[in-house]
Each structure stands twice: as C-alpha cells, then as structure tokens.
C-alpha cells in the first residue's frame, strides 16, 4: 500500500537555525498538507498546497515557514529561524483530490528547538 | 466549521464492540463526518468517512441518524492494538478550495485485557 513518507524521523536544532522537513506524498496525490502536534496537544492545520502553490494557510503558518515541491516527488516545509515553541511533531498528508477525500498522513517528524 | 465534542476518554475490553459518540449541532449541508485514529507519536490514520445513513468497511462502521447532528464510530470485538486516540472531524467541502482538517483533542480509548 502507498504511503506518506518523512524525513528526517526527529531534528534536533539551535534556536534561530534554519530547518527544512521533507516529504514524498503518495505519487497519484495533488494535494498535500502539513499539520503540527505539540507534545499533548491536538493536530493543528498548517498549509495546504496544490497546482504549486499554497491554497490556504492558518495563522501558525506566519513569515517564518514556507513550502515548497522542488521537484515531482518532494514537498518540503521550511522553518527559517526556529524558535523553542517550534518543537512538535510535523506530519506532512497527502489526498488525491480535494477536502470530501481522505488525507493520508505520515508519521511525522519530531522537530526539537534547544 | 461545525464544531465537534466526543468523550475525552473511554475504556474497555478486549473482545467488546465500542461506540464513539460524536455531536456536531450545526453541520452543513456540504459537511462531511470523518473518523481518524492516532497512536502515540504516530500521524493520524483514516478510518472511515461518511455522509449519512451507514457505512461499513474493514475496520468499523460508522452510524449517522437522519439530521446528522451526531455519529457514532463503531469498532467491533477491540483488542489491546485498538487503544488510541479517535477523531471525530467534520469537513466542509469548500467547492474546489481545499479545506483542513480541523482535529479536536479526540477520544482517547483505552482497551484492557
């Protein structure tokens, strides 16, 4: 069965570096997301993306990040100055069509900000 | 967005069918009921997804009554691999904006031998 991939598995990052999260969505997929879950806290939307470009964001998703498919297979989200409350896991999903069809998520990467 | 509320926690055993009730007063017309489920330090994984009336699949049955202000996620005979967190999300579809997922703080199911 296709899946969502990530890499890294867990970051560990200076406050102020630059970070960069990488994905391959499922390969048929044109649509693609990132979520964030801080430790204990609920999956909270980030970006949407399809036709190369971002279709909605949320008010996390300021100055500071930006995505990118820099080729066919990868969708990347870049942290550009980190912060502490930057640490949480990062899921990045993929759906075939539009929101009625169902997201399918990887298992994320842990981002720590020391 | 039609706001969700589910039990924060339940418990069973292993062998029983659990029902996951979810309210969602002022879903839309367009909404669509969707059920995913998280382990720890896992993404969320989709279940199953429904309109109205029943639907089944290999996994659980979803139950939705005829003015869809609720519905109830069913998860026949658990086993201890079953404990984890459930969502009820409810998606509008925006007509060709493709919309989030709106996640609440879910069902966190625990299954006991």
């Known amino acids: 069965e296709p899946e969502v991939t990530q890499t890294p598995s867990h970051q560990v990052t200076q406050m102020g570096q630059e970070v960069i999260l990488r994905c391959v969505p499922i390969?048929?997929?044109?649509?693609f997301y990132w979520y964030r879950q801080i430790l204990g806290q609920k999956v909270e939307f980030l970006v949407s993306f399809y036709n190369n470009e971002i279709s909605e964001k949320s008010e996390i998703f300021d100055d500071q990040f930006s995505v990118e498919r820099p080729d066919g297979s990868n969708f990347t989200l870049k942290i550009r100055s980190t912060k502490l409350e930057d640490s949480a896991m990062y899921f990045c999903?993929?759906?075939?069509?539009?929101?009625?069809?169902?997201?399918?998520f990887g298992p994320g990467t842990r981002l720590t900000v020391l | 967005l039609a706001k969700t509320t589910q039990p924060i926690s339940m418990d069973s055993y292993e062998g029983q069918e659990v029902n996951i009730t979810c309210s969602h007063n002022n879903i839309a017309t367009n909404d669509y009921i969707t059920w995913y489920q998280q382990f720890p330090s896992q993404g969320p994984r989709f279940i199953i997804q429904g309109y109205k009336t029943k639907v089944t699949n290999e996994v659980a049955s979803l139950f939705i009554p005829a003015d869809r202000k609720s519905s109830t996620l069913s998860l026949p005979r658990v086993s201890l691999s079953d404990t984890a967190v459930y969502y009820c999300?409810?998606?509008?579809?925006?007509?060709?904006?493709?919309?989030?997922?709106?996640f609440g703080k879910g069902t966190k199911l625990s299954v006991k031998p």
């Open positions: 390969s048929n997929h044109l649509y």
């Open positions: 999903a993929s759906s075939q069509a539009g929101i009625t069809d169902t997201q399918y």
């Open positions: 999300l409810v998606a509008m579809n925006y007509g060709g904006s493709q919309g989030n997922l709106i």
